[in-house]
Structure formats: C-alpha cells, structure tokens
C-alpha cells in the first residue's frame, strides 16, 4: 500500500507543477462531438478523412501485479461522396490481438437537421457508449455502470434517423437494430446461453459478426441543449433477444428487454459534472435461466455522480482536472424464479483521480478506484491504474 501511496503522490505533484484554453469541443456538453460526429462535421474540406484514437494502461489492484496494456487502437475513415452522401467506419484493435469493425454507416442527409443512417452504429444509450474517445470523460477506466450495465462499446447493425429540432433545442436518434443473441444449441439437444448475472446483457452483444436477427429492437436518444453549459438526454431501448432458427421456438431461448436511460453533462467555467442513472427489466429470466443453467437477473440498474475541477487557469491552453465519482451497480436488482439475488453482484465504485491534458487531443490518466460490493465479508481488491490516451 506505501508503495501505491508514493506512486500516486509522485504522479499529482508532477501534474500540479506544470503550467497548462479550454477545449470547447471536449468540455463544452453542448459542442462536445464525438468521433463518428467530427468525421461528418465537414471532413476538414476533403473528400477522405482519416484520425485515430488510443489507450495504452496500467491497473494495479492492490497488493498483486500490476498489469500494462494496449487496450485499443481505433483507426478512423471517413469518405464524403457529395454533400448529402458520406460514409464512416472505425476499425478496432484490442489488446494487440483482436480487431473488430466498431462502426461502419452510410449517413445521407435529407434536410439540413434530418440524416438517415444505415449499417453498424452505437446504440445511443448514457454518455460514454456514444462519447468512450479517452480525452472525452476522467477515469483510466469507463465508468462500471457502463460496462456491467450498459454493455459499452454496444453497436449494432440497424437503419435509422438522426437530427435535430432547432427551435426546441432537441437533438433526436431513433433506429431499428437487430439485438442481442441470448442462446445457441449446446449440441447435446439443449441450449446454452450468452446472459449471466455478473456482465447482464455484455456476453450477448453481436458486434456484426454473422449477426442473427428474428425480431428487430428499437432504440431512441433525446438530447436537450436549451440551458447553458447543460446537456440532458434521455434514452430507451426495447425488444427481444435473438436465438438461431433450430432453437428459437423452444422454452427459455430468448427474454425480453427493456431499458430506460437518462443522462446529464454541465460544464461553467472551469467546472465539470456529469451523471447517469440506468434501468433495464428483463422478462422470461426464470424459464431462460432453468433452460441455459445461467443466473441472470430480472432487473439490472445502475448509476454514477462525478464532479471535476480545472487546476491550472481558465486561458491555460493544458488543463489538469481533479475529479471523483461515485457509482453503484447491481445486475441482480431483481431476479425471477427459484434465483436467488447475488449480492456480490451489488456493487459500488469510488474512483479519484486526475485527467492532464497536455495538448488537445493528448490525456495522461491516474486514479485510485476503492470498490466494494453488499456481500457481507467481501474483499474486493481496491485498484490504481495510469493511462495515456490520444484522440485525433
């Protein structure tokens, strides 16, 4: 613990001496765009369009090793046809060895404030699914709420229509997607399932890779701007899971799932505060969990509060926030059947820590997460962890 203690106290006197104007785009709720959002802005006057954004770690529960990693290299393409017509991908590389697709979609606008979309998009859900660009939110880490509850980074392949009500400062999304796959044949004649009580909905999650759909799900995000420095938005999702075509008419292969969202960024002066509170309810848990051996639960909610402050001088192009949040989680909020709640998945994070932007667009991270959950005589490694993050 002494020697996480010295780390740590070397890191913030090392951030507090150095002299570091605030970032409209990042800071600003109300200007704050996110990767996807600048490659569609303009393009910068060209036709093709290529950024990139990254996280390199280190996280550290206490009194184990510690552990450095590449978490993500995201590459960005953008291609504008005409001034209707552009094209957005972002190709992911995690942990040096996987690579993913995590969003490729032709965006056409029909009037100024309306676009329609089509192919592999983030569900608009909370903050971070849409704004996860490391500059972009404190914390080495994403919140956990956005991890076990929303399952971050969630995308989908759907089509759907985006814009925005200028009279009523109301930014809108709505999409059909297909959604999660909850069960396959377990080649033995049953089925085994992808939903547990720990991760919710994560395991589920298709990424378009030979997605199966049978009922397509709805998704739809409100964003009000109507206040200065606020950002408000509330979201919901509904629909139900997909199972391949042998297994989808028997007992437990798919639930059903309904999730309401709501979200807040404010930022004045050289102050910042964010909040979120999720809820999802899922339906035919019991007869999915008695037909796949898994323990997921009915209900799963989660929430976070976080303040930060700029150290150095509002007209200081680096900026140094101090900041903590406190979040709870809990995928057994509810549970169905014989199922018994886990408190061990009642959990709760405070995380400390600082975010030193020495250039727009560069961020070093350090942070002391204590967590905990509502299981009596639980012993949950409390953890530090340090970042660097680029978004260009």
């Not at 600003?28 to 569609?40: F, H, I, T, V």
């Not at 956005?146 to 229509?161: L, S």
């Amino acid at each position: 613990m002494r020697k996480i203690t010295s780390i740590f106290s070397i890191l913030m006197v090392s951030f507090l001496s150095a002299q570091t104007a605030q970032d409209s785009i990042t800071f600003d709720p109300q200007k704050q765009l996110n990767a996807a959002q600048r490659l569609l802005s303009g393009n910068y006057g060209q036709a093709v369009t290529v950024g990139a954004y990254g996280e390199t770690t280190y996280n550290q529960p206490e009194g184990m090793n510690g552990e450095l990693d590449i978490q993500r290299l995201v590459l960005l393409f953008g291609y504008k046809f005409d001034d209707k017509t552009q094209f957005v991908t972002e190709l992911e590389l995690e942990h040096v060895e996987e690579i993913y697709v995590e969003q490729a979609f032709v965006n056409y606008a029909v009037a100024p404030n309306v676009s329609l979309r089509g192919g592999l998009m983030l569900v608009p859900m909370g903050i971070i699914n849409e704004f996860h660009e490391p500059t972009t939110f404190n914390g080495v880490e994403r919140p956990a709420v956005d991890a076990a509850i929303i399952p971050t980074t969630w995308r989908e392949i759907g089509v759907g229509v985006t814009g925005r009500f200028n009279d009523l400062s109301l930014g809108y999304q709505v999409y059909i997607f297909n959604g999660f796959k909850s069960t396959e044949a377990d080649g033995e004649g049953g089925i085994s399932g992808f939903l547990g009580g720990s991760n919710g909905l994560r395991g589920g999650r298709q990424k378009a890779v030979q997605s199966t759909v049978d009922s397509p799900t709805l998704s739809a995000k409100f964003d009000y701007y109507g206040l200065p420095g606020l950002r408000l938005g509330l979201a919901g999702y509904s629909g139900k899971t997909q199972a391949a075509d042998d297994i989808e008419e028997m007992s437990g292969a798919n639930i059903g799932i309904s999730m309401l969202g709501l979200d807040a960024r404010y930022a004045y002066q050289r102050f910042t505060a964010r909040g979120q509170f999720v809820y999802a309810s899922l339906s035919d848990t019991a007869a999915y969990n008695t037909a796949t051996g898994r323990d997921l639960g009915s209900a799963l909610q989660g929430w976070y509060l976080e303040g930060a402050f700029n150290l150095l001088p509002q007209n200081n192009q680096q900026r140094l926030f101090a900041f903590v949040r406190y979040e709870q989680y809990d995928t057994h909020a509810k549970t169905e059947g014989g199922l018994v709640q886990n408190d061990a998945y009642n959990r709760n994070d405070i995380t400390t820590g600082l975010s030193y932007h020495i250039a727009p667009g560069v961020v070093l991270k350090g942070d002391y997460q204590f967590r905990d959950n509502a299981l009596s005589g639980a012993d949950v490694d409390n953890r530090l962890n340090f970042g660097i993050g680029v978004w260009f």
